[in-house]
């Protein structure tokens, strides 16, 4: 994490230095975390919303599955991506350090929230976050927002200490930790509900081989962001506010459009990833400006 916020800043000066290039190019590249097992999986499932947006906003929209949530805000602080479907700490980080700006967050099951939690496998004796003492524990990447920023701060306000409370610490994708720990190869790891609902409906995890043995207070979910170059459009950010606000209505003709559980967006500025903000000053990863 000492080295991401750097590397921010200085994508930061990139994108300054290259805001009326932006600006004059017709095409809009949306970059998407990688929320699904691979990436052809990723594109494909996020095509449907490029493609919406491009008709609705009349410009040309490239989809861009970015690998690591670390990436993906850097992607935005850098001016690689001009919109984002990314998750709130790497929003944050975005905001902090390149001016980027939310425009509406997604809705899971009629709800702009969801839940970071942590999970073990039924035979690791581990019942409560006491047990984790001396166990193998499984981070997300440094961009994560469930998987790294709240399970650290959480950990931080117990007195808890990872590399040292831990036998081995390990960082990887949300998808390797629900797959390792419900094999037996990591005692415990920290994950978010949406992730873990959909890959037991996918039946690539088993609900029995992943129990939750902790969950957060409800967190502002995935915000759709823009550059800050983008941001200076008043115009375009309306009408592209205005087209994601149209897709829960449209969601029972055309359900491709977002994946499964996922009901439409709302409008939301600044003010609604508070919480996200206040723990990445609180763990010290969100220099103080």
């Given at each position: 994490m000492k080295r991401l916020f750097p590397m921010l800043v200085a994508a930061a000066a990139v994108l300054f230095g290259n805001v009326a290039a932006q600006a004059a190019d017709g095409a809009l590249r949306l970059g998407v975390g990688l929320f699904q097992p691979d990436r052809e999986k990723n594109d494909a499932t996020y095509r449907p919303l490029a493609q919406y947006l491009a008709g609705q906003l009349g410009r040309t929209v490239e989809l861009r599955t970015v690998d690591t949530w670390e990436g993906l805000a850097k992607s935005l602080a850098n001016g690689e991506t001009d919109l984002a479907l990314m998750g709130p700490w790497g929003y944050v980080l975005a905001n902090h350090v390149a001016g980027a700006q939310v425009v509406s967050t997604i809705e899971y099951d009629g709800r702009p929230e969801y839940f970071a939690i942590m999970i073990t496998h039924p035979d690791s004796g581990i019942g409560t976050l006491a047990d984790l003492e001396g166990k193998t524990f499984a981070f997300g990447d440094k961009g994560s927002t469930s998987g790294y920023l709240i399970p650290?701060?959480?950990?931080?306000?117990?007195?808890?200490?990872?590399?040292?409370?831990?036998?081995?610490?390990?960082?990887?994708?949300?998808?390797?930790?629900?797959?390792?720990?419900?094999?037996?190869?990591?005692?415990?790891?920290?994950?978010?509900?949406?992730?873990?609902?959909?890959?037991?409906?996918?039946?690539?995890?088993?609900?029995?081989?992943?129990r939750v043995i902790w969950q957060s207070a409800p967190l502002p979910n995935d915000a759709f962001a823009v550059s800050k170059a983008v941001h200076q459009d008043k115009a375009l950010v309306a009408k592209l506010q205005a087209a994601l606000g149209d897709i829960g209505p449209l969601l029972k003709a055309q359900p491709n459009l977002l994946p499964a559980h996922y009901t439409g967006f709302v409008a939301k500025d600044n003010t609604f990833y508070k919480p996200i903000r206040d723990a990445g000053l609180a763990t010290g990863k969100l220099p103080q400006q």
């Open positions: 650290l701060h959480h950990f931080m306000t117990q007195g808890i200490d990872p590399e040292k409370y831990f036998s081995k610490v390990v960082h990887t994708s949300h998808q390797a930790i629900e797959t390792q720990v419900t094999a037996g190869q990591l005692d415990a790891g920290a994950d978010y509900n949406r992730n873990r609902n959909a890959m037991i409906e996918q039946g690539l995890i088993k609900a029995e081989r992943s």
